[in-house]
């Protein structure tokens, strides 16, 4: 079992950063891939940002060369730095970890607003 806990959106103007921070605790010598989903309102929630155990990460169109994600060297916290923010990043973020079973653990989500 795997528990999320999720800190640093708010609100921010467009042209700024963010600091998303999501920490795995439980059965951490499980986990597999730990990343970033997304959901705006009236939308389908997409994966924005994930990296792998082995540190291959993957990154939406949309946010490339504007996101990173990373994780620390004990592999259970794992960070989204945005930069360049604009208003259609505005949405509910999201963590999640799969495990090796593999099984899916998501946090509760945090805000993101970006004013234009």
């Known amino acids: 079992q795997v528990q999320l806990g999720e800190s640093g959106g708010g609100l921010v103007q467009a042209g700024g950063s963010l600091r998303l921070s999501c920490a795995a605790s439980g059965t951490s010598f499980r986990i597999n891939v730990m990343g970033w989903y997304r959901q705006a309102p009236g939308k389908q929630r997409e994966l924005v940002a994930q990296i792998t155990s082995g540190g291959t990460t993957t990154y939406a169109d949309s946010v490339k060369g504007r996101f990173t994600t990373s994780r620390d060297n004990a592999k259970t916290v794992v960070y989204l730095q945005m930069n360049s923010l604009q208003p259609e990043d505005t949405a509910v973020y999201y963590c999640?970890?799969?495990?090796?079973?593999?099984?899916?653990?998501w946090g509760e989500g945090t805000q993101v607003t970006v004013s234009a």
């Open positions: 999640h970890v799969r495990d090796l079973s593999p099984r899916d653990y």
